[in-house]
């Protein structure tokens, strides 16, 4: 098992910048990929970045390029999320997600066997 704990998320004015944080406690070893998602009321949960536990694997969603950055601290087995330039379209619970199955690519939740609680963003116009 493993379990996946989030913080960072807060409100914020548009343009402004988040950290978001994700710490895997268990069975780190396990994991192949982890990820982030967000799901805003009364649509799916969105794919937002993912990152192989190597680090060597990163890739984003269009919505995000060039203003969220995912980086993980093995070492202390936390994955973050830059996130700036806000807008607030950008407004969700984001969750952190883990998988312990290969995947040449994982956007998809139902690859996913891990999920923390969420952290919700909010970004006012």
């Known amino acids: 098992q493993v379990q996946l704990v989030e913080s960072g998320g807060g409100s914020v004015q548009a343009g402004g910048s988040l950290r978001l944080s994700c710490t895997a406690a268990?069975?780190?070893?396990?994991?192949?990929?982890m990820g982030w998602f967000r799901q805003v009321p009364g649509k799916e949960r969105e794919f937002v970045v993912a990152?192989?536990?190597?680090?060597?694997?990163?890739y984003y969603a269009d919505s995000v390029k060039g203003r969220f950055t995912i980086s993980r601290d093995n070492a202390k087995n936390t994955v973050y999320l830059q996130m700036n330039s806000l807008r607030p379209e950008d407004t969700a619970v984001y969750y952190c997600?883990?998988?312990?199955?290969?995947?040449?690519?994982?956007?998809?939740?139902?690859?996913?066997?891990?999920w923390g609680q969420g952290t919700q963003v909010t970004v006012s116009s």
């Open positions: 990152i192989s536990w190597s680090g060597g694997s990163v």
């Open positions: 997600a883990a998988t312990n199955h290969y995947y040449t690519m994982a956007p998809q939740p139902q690859q996913y066997d891990y």
């Open positions: 268990g069975r780190t070893f396990s994991i192949y990929t």
